[in-house]
């Protein structure tokens, strides 16, 4: 048993915090679910949480308490972050790590640290549950296969450990891998029209070889169509979605681009100028943004300019 694991065992039933990153993804919530089931204690997050981890929530009866005041509680677990930066206002002072991001700067000030750059977080919290040898039920299954799905992008990428957790959990759940793709389908009609409304008008602009798509949605999901292009052979995909106050952008990548020209989706956004006022988070494959100081059709025009900079240097 891993030093994490006896951690976690120690602490099962006291006053424990599972806390997310802000703008916390199925990954992030699905683990601090597994996580809270095992040891017991909420699970908070920063702020907000990202609107395509809503549905798992509902479908989990979850309670996700939003800005938590960690001094309220004994122990506080960080789940699926690299950065205190991703933890706004909501910085313990002491805490437990469970972690895959490249790059952890919350490691060398962590009590313990369970930290491995495997495909997700989901998958080190089943390694948790195994250790203390505890049963895994069909909502735990149902959280831990919906973290690997995200953080693989439905298997477009993953390590060997991702596919073999995943099913394992099925199995133990008795679920299938439709019920977990469901958790991604837009249910309302009128979000689904909008995806194809977004993917019918989209601008297809193709540099080195590679696609790049870029779309207006008209209803705030822009993660589901940003996900959508992908999935239709985008090789970055990028939707933006505007209201009265502020616009929203994601954007997915291929790793490809990672690969071959050093291109991270997180980095992208930070570098591009139009995106220096406003809010930025994500990893390598997955980016997402939001402002109220600057127009959708700027960020895409800047996008596309730093793409091209990049990919034909």
Known sequence: MNSFSEAMSKI???NNLILCHDQADSDAIGAAYALSQLIGGDVG????VANHAEHLIERLSMTVIHRPNVTDYTNVVVVDTAHSTQLCDSVPEKFFVIDHHPN????EK???ALYDTVSSTSQLVYRVI???HQPIDRQMAMALCAGILTDTIH???GDPEAFQVFGALLQAGG???EEILDLYIMQDTDDREAILDAALAANKQTIAGYHIVTAEIASNIPTYGARALFDLGADVSIVGYRSDREVEVRMYIRKTLCDHHAIQAIDLFRNTPSMKKGKTWG???FAGFRSSKVELGIIFKDLRKVLDERLTR
């Open 283 to 285: 990893y390598g494959l």
């Open 175 to 177: 679920l299938t891998h």
């Open 130 to 132: 195994q250790d203390l």
């Open 45 to 48: 997050v920063p702020v907000e």
């Open 110 to 112: 962590a009590e313990v």
């Open 104 to 107: 952890n700067h919350l490691l």
């Open 12 to 14: 099962r039933g006291c």
């Open 155 to 157: 298997f477009h990428r």
